[in-house]
């Protein structure tokens, strides 16, 4: 069997696998279709999550990303697994004590408020569908590069794949797909890494291979890349070019992004008790720890192996995994000095750089790399495949709850019947999907300051007014509404300025205190966290049902029935 | 909000177990404060601003430099550890004040 035909294979089989799953886990309630009938174990919960985050994004560009910013790719890697000790400690525990479905739920009435909860519905849904956007293409892009479909076909066939587990079984059906897709994805992500580390470092832990000894040279495997970027002009590998205040702010924001996030809030309502809310959060972290900590290594080998065996090599005599990745563009090859050799270097160095390589072919051409057998190539398709879909389901899952949950039985609707608001809820997923599908086609120009602008959005807006909500018994509604609008418009405004209306200042000399629009949420978040305590001061404080509300999300007890009886 | 007492009891009122709970509730957030204090240390401190000159150091008996390797691998085992130090921390001390809700430890 060839390649394509492992591919087929593969990714056929996955898919049979999770429709087999959606039909098993059919949502006959509200209460399964928002939150699995709160009914998960803590440990199916924490793959369930670390599917519903690790993205396209994490799966085939982020080792690419660390691969090329050396050092600052850090802010990723800490960025995005810190946000758990924040969920874990500050969030989880008491959002499922109050045993709320949505996360506007809980805003709405801990601040006594139906506009608060609008606010929170507006900043819900567009956090996930600018999220979505993004999954739905990188569906495509697997498709079309591994199975040679067109992009847009690849797409229409991820939309009935979600579509399917999606509206019949809601987080139901999403949680116990997402658990097969886990599975799926980390495979596919591990074993590559394996064989690369023992063909680099002889050894078969990639994290220890990182730190090891590279077998070619017999030098310590930093040493030898270091060595190689200074004889090219790179920058040194370990030490990255980006302020250490930006850094600092930049994983700042993408750590409390994370804790802000709805998609990955609402996963832990699903447990049964207040205390499995917390051990599933650490669950979550070691499933995604799994792949986070394998990331940098896959980025130190893949680094190595092209400035290896491509830098000054003559063209003629290059590997044929360069051919094969040359034909779709994703390497390109321009003699400019007409010598025949390839000359990959960085800007310090006086001569001309004549490589340009795309990211994601870090993780896509590894297989080939390492040289290993055809089922691998086919494994890391249905292992991309897996990672887009498993997040657009859970995204999709949070704009359908926002829509029948928090707008028509909390907001305009509150006499529909449980199976009119069920009915509701796979009519917004089915029309939520169509919408990220055509984004997905169509995706807007400017995709990648989108997902920043997520995390920042998600950073400015909700982490504050939830941590406030069950730390301070004296935050105001008027506090948190202004607090909100504040954070959210102060972290859009940089955004947008620097990004869509002024590209070409874009750059550390027109940044605020140096501050990219990538770290830009930090200070909204500390923006709403000043506004919120501040009015909340000079306004009248919460009604005492509300504070009483807050006595009882702190304490455990109780949880189990909490939410027939509040919804 | 009497509505989210499982039993639909009005809320407590009861001057010693409203004292047991604000102690309950001052043992977690001491518990928070050194948990956060590390994650703050770990990640902000040694991987960010005092990465480059821990760089000098190599972590034993591996070519990791040290703030690079608190950056990349370090910090984010010292995350998962502080999550399960916590959960078994808040288990006792849901039993301590009897604020558990039952089934399996």
Request: net charge neutral; hydrophobic share 50%.
């Amino acid at each position: 069997m060839n390649v394509q035909a492992w591919t087929f294979l593969l990714v056929a089989a996955s898919f049979a696998l999770y429709i087999g799953i959606a039909v098993w886990s059919r949502a006959s309630s509200t209460k399964d279709f928002y939150v699995a009938g709160a009914g998960v174990s803590p440990l199916a919960n924490g793959m369930a999550t670390a599917a519903d985050w690790m993205s396209a994004a994490s799966f085939i560009s982020m080792a690419g990303l660390i691969s090329f910013m050396g050092y600052d790719g850090s802010v990723y890697l800490m960025g995005w697994t810190g946000g758990y000790v924040l969920l874990a400690l500050l969030l989880a525990p008491y959002l499922r004590k109050y045993g709320a479905y949505t996360v506007p739920d809980f805003v709405g009435d801990r601040y006594y408020s139906q506009l608060a909860r609008v606010v929170a519905v507006i900043c819900a849904i567009f956090v996930s569908f600018t999220y979505v956007a993004g999954q739905m293409r990188g569906v495509g892009i697997v498709f079309g590069r591994f199975l040679e479909v067109d992009i847009n076909t690849g797409v229409w066939i991820g939309m009935a794949i979600v579509f399917f587990y999606a509206v019949l079984g809601g987080m139901k059906g999403i949680t116990y797909t997402q658990v097969a897709q886990y599975c799926v994805l980390i495979f596919a992500y591990l074993v590559p890494a394996i064989f690369l580390s023992l063909l680099i470092t002889g050894n078969p832990v990639p994290q220890l291979g990182l730190g090891g000894v590279d077998q070619a040279s017999g030098m310590a495997l930093f040493d030898r890349l270091n060595g190689l970027h200074a004889e090219l002009g790179f920058a040194a590998y370990t030490s990255g070019t980006k302020s250490t205040l930006d850094v600092f702010f930049i994983t700042a924001a993408l750590m409390v992004g994370t804790a802000g996030l709805p998609h990955v809030i609402i996963r832990f309502y699903t447990v049964p008790r207040v205390r499995d809310a917390r051990l599933s959060v650490g669950w979550a972290l070691i499933f995604i720890a799994l792949l986070y900590t394998t990331a940098p290594a896959v980025a130190v080998f893949a680094r190595t192996n092209l400035i290896a065996s491509v830098a000054d090599t003559p063209y003629t005599e290059v590997p044929e995994w360069f051919t094969n990745w040359e034909a779709t563009g994703l390497l390109s090859f321009n003699d400019a000095n007409g010598d025949g050799r390839i000359q990959f270097v960085g800007p310090a160095s006086p001569q001309q750089n004549e490589l340009t390589v795309d990211r994601d072919i870090m993780v896509l051409a590894n297989p080939e790399i390492a040289g290993l057998p055809d089922w691998v190539v086919g494994l890391v398709a249905a292992g991309g495949l897996a990672a887009a879909l498993s997040t657009a389901a859970g995204l999709l899952l949070v704009v359908s709850s926002a829509v029948s949950h928090d707008l028509l039985k909390r907001t305009f609707l509150p006499q529909i019947t449980e199976k009119g608001e069920l009915l509701a809820a796979r009519v917004s997923a089915a029309v939520a999907v169509l919408i990220a599908g055509y984004f997905g086609m169509n995706p807007p120009g400017f995709v990648a300051q989108v997902v920043a602008f997520a995390f920042g959005l998600a950073a400015s807006s909700f982490f504050p007014v939830i941590i406030l909500g069950i730390f301070s018994k004296r935050t105001t509604r008027e506090g948190a509404i202004l607090g909100m609008i504040a954070g959210v418009t102060l972290t859009a405004a940089y955004i947008v300025w620097f990004t869509l209306m002024h590209p070409e200042l874009n750059n550390a000399d027109h940044w605020w205190l140096g501050i990219s629009p990538e770290g830009i949420g930090t200070v909204g978040m500390l923006v709403n966290f000043a506004i919120t305590m501040t009015v909340s001061r000079f306004t009248p404080e919460p009604p005492s049902h509300v504070q009483v509300l807050v006595e009882l999300i702190r304490i455990p007890r109780g949880a189990g029935s909490a939410h027939e009886i509040s919804a | 909000m009497a509505q989210h007492d499982p039993k639909g009891r009005p809320p407590v009122t009861d001057p010693q177990v409203t004292a047991r709970h604000a102690e309950y509730w001052r043992r977690n957030i001491r518990y928070l404060g050194i948990l956060l204090t590390i994650w703050f240390a770990v990640s902000y401190g040694f991987g960010i601003l005092l990465a480059a000159p821990l760089d000098a150091v190599r972590l034993p008996g591996t070519g990791f430099p040290l703030g690079f390797w608190f950056a990349q691998q370090g910090s984010i085992y010292v995350f998962v550890i502080l999550i399960f130090v916590y959960v078994r921390l808040m288990n006792s001390l849901d039993r301590e004040f009897e604020v558990d809700e039952g089934g399996d430890a």
